[in-house]
């Protein structure tokens, strides 16, 4: 309860100190959205209370900075942030540079796991259908989409790492190996959650 109520009040103190996560979906973003609900931290995982997906928001503000910064206001913690159909496929993470330009004070996770078993668990996503969606967009098979989503992760990942590189407000958290306590660590100059707290939501057959 106590930073329950820590949380609450840093929030209110310091509304532009937010938390961005971003790795790809099914990099336990359902887990890090309920380790932040829990802490009493505002999180947004993929739609909005309203129902909006905030990635569509997030890229209709991308050429004006105060216009992002008032959208975001309402929250804190930002997860799983992609727009799939089988006519637009976004991934919102790579909006990540703007994101810093507006909250140079924000936390960045890259949250990240095993490229294989990510494609797989991807491939599983919503019983299949988020890969039909991906086909249908690139106009390829599954091979075809794995191994465009292959060299996304590649491409992100290094262009991350190039952005941030020596930032004491980034980390690269790999949730198959990496102790939920880094995670705890690295946010104490402002949040408090516990690692008793953190557990796998979601978890998929790819990643047992």
């Keep these: ?17 937010k938390i961005f996560f971003i790795g790809f979906n099914r990099c336990g973003t359902n887990s890090f959205h309920q380790l932040m609900t829990g802490s009493g931290i505002r999180s947004v995982h ?17 050429g004006d900075l105060e216009a992002l910064r ?8 930002f997860s799983d942030m992609i727009s799939a159909s089988e006519t637009r496929f976004v991934e919102g993470n790579s909006f990540f540079p703007a994101l810093h330009e507006a909250f140079p004070r924000a936390y960045f996770v890259l949250n990240d796991r095993d ?3 990510w494609l797989r668990s ?10 039909q969606r991906a086909m249908a967009y690139h106009a390829t098979d599954k091979d075809g989409v794995l191994d465009i989503w292959r060299r996304q992760h590649a491409e992100h990942t290094a262009k ?29 100059p402002d949040f408090k959650v516990s690692a008793s707290d953190w557990q796998v939501h979601k978890k998929s057959k790819a990643s047992a």
């Design 70 to 77: 008032e959208y975001l206001s309402p929250w804190t913690a």
């Design 122 to 131: 991807r491939v599983q996503h919503s019983k299949g259908t988020f890969l």
């Design 1 to 17: 309860m106590v930073a329950y109520l820590s949380n609450k009040l840093r929030q209110r103190k310091s509304p532009d100190v």
């Design 160 to 188: 991350v790492l190039g952005h941030f590189a020596g930032n004491p407000r980034f980390i690269h958290f790999r949730i198959d190996r990496d102790p939920i306590e880094q995670m705890v660590d690295f946010l104490a």
């Design 46 to 62: 993929w739609l909005s209370p309203q129902k909006e997906n905030i990635t569509d928001g997030i890229e209709a503000r991308l």
């Design 115 to 117: 490229v294989e078993a």
